[in-house]
């Protein structure tokens, strides 16, 4: 499984951005998709994720109800839709997949920077 990040840059307080990550190769062992961020000095920490098959969803406590994760089956897709933008999710945003035995893949990770 490949993932390709696109998306983010820098945004205002208050402001809204949209990831996107597009799947490829084995696409058909995916069993969820999502989005994991990573601010200087901290931890990993899991943003949002997507299940493959029903498409349930699962946020953070501090994004919910503020991102929106989507998927277009069609184009083997993932988007995060980013709004009401903070200056502490100003973090690297890496796409995140997971198969039907576990291992996990990674994108490259695409910068947020939510600053006046």
């Known amino acids: 499984v490949q993932l390709q990040a696109s998306g983010g840059g820098l945004v205002q307080p208050g402001g809204s951005l949209r990831l996107s990550c597009a799947a490829s190769g084995s696409i058909f062992s995916i069993n969820r998709m999502g989005w994991y961020r990573q601010a200087p000095g901290n931890k990993r920490e899991l943003v949002a994720f997507i299940i493959r098959d029903g498409g349930s969803t699962n946020y953070a406590d501090s994004v919910r109800g503020r991102f929106t994760i989507s998927r277009d089956s069609a184009e083997n897709t993932v988007r995060l839709q980013m709004n009401s933008l903070k200056p502490e999710d100003t973090a690297v945003y890496y796409c995140?997949?997971?198969?039907?035995?576990?291992?996990?893949?990674w994108g490259q990770g695409t910068q947020v920077t939510v600053s006046s």
């Open positions: 995140n997949a997971v198969d039907r035995y576990g291992l996990q893949y």
